[in-house]
């Protein structure tokens, strides 16, 4: 049962932009930084964002992301037909003393 | 360059455990974060543990608590994730990555562990 709630499914034409959300609590998202993964179809995780709107190296300024209270969101402006895969939000949860990742999105680009 | 590499696929009896293995190659070992991740089949992410060599600590997921044990043999840059007890829905593939606090920049290739009689 995931601590973090995302919306099942996002959906977007190529060159529109694309929000997620990320609902948690005081004891996760209130209290520490949130981490951004994509996940291609079959393939291991990706780090997208680091720290609530840090890119890591490689990772395409198309990404953005931001934190506000106890949710964050990720923004994907531009969407290219490579950017569908799956999106989850984690973030360290300091009542469960271990991390938490979200329910995750699928992004569809029509 | 970093590389996670994970030891191969597991088949497994109901009740028995498993150990999966991530050697990790290229820049320091010991000073990172090494957390493990499952996926079971058409289902999300879930955290079960992660271990900071350097600094001795080792964090389970609650639900977890019992039945996982994390290590790491920092002479061979080797991690190990042993699942004990195991049932029908551990069947998933688990991951391995390496990061800073919660934030994992690099991957293993992940192991398919199948629970089954």
């Known amino acids: 049962q995931s601590v973090l709630t995302q919306p099942p499914s996002a959906s977007g034409t190529p060159g529109q932009r694309v929000t997620i959300s990320c609902s948690g609590s005081n004891s996760n998202i209130g209290s520490n930084t949130v981490n951004w993964y994509q996940q291609l179809p079959g393939t291991a995780p990706k780090l997208l964002i680091q720290?609530?709107?840090q890119r890591p190296s490689g990772v395409p300024d198309r990404f953005s992301g931001s934190k506000s209270g106890t949710s964050a969101s990720l923004a994907i402006s531009g969407l290219q037909s490579e950017d569908e895969a799956d999106y989850y939000c984690?973030?360290?949860?300091?009542?469960?003393?271990?991390?938490?990742f979200g329910t995750g999105t699928k992004v569809t680009v029509l | 360059q970093v590389q996670l590499v994970q030891s191969g696929a597991e088949v497994k009896k109901p009740g028995s455990s498993v150990k999966v293995s991530c050697k990790a190659s290229g820049g320091t070992f010991s000073s990172y974060t090494i957390t493990w991740v499952r996926q079971a089949p058409g289902q999300g992410l879930q955290w079960m543990g992660r271990i900071i060599p350097i600094l001795g600590i080792v964090n389970y997921a609650q639900k977890l608590q019992g039945r996982i044990t994390i290590n790491a043999d920092t002479s061979t840059r080797t991690a190990y994730m042993e699942l004990s007890s195991l049932r029908s829905d551990d069947t998933a593939v688990y991951y391995c990555?390496?990061?800073?606090?919660?934030?994992?920049?690099?991957w293993g290739q992940g192991t398919l562990v199948t629970v089954s009689s």
């Open positions: 990555a390496r990061g800073l606090d919660s934030a994992s920049l690099h």
């Open positions: 984690a973030a360290w949860d300091d009542s469960l003393n271990g991390q938490v």
């Open positions: 720290k609530n709107n």
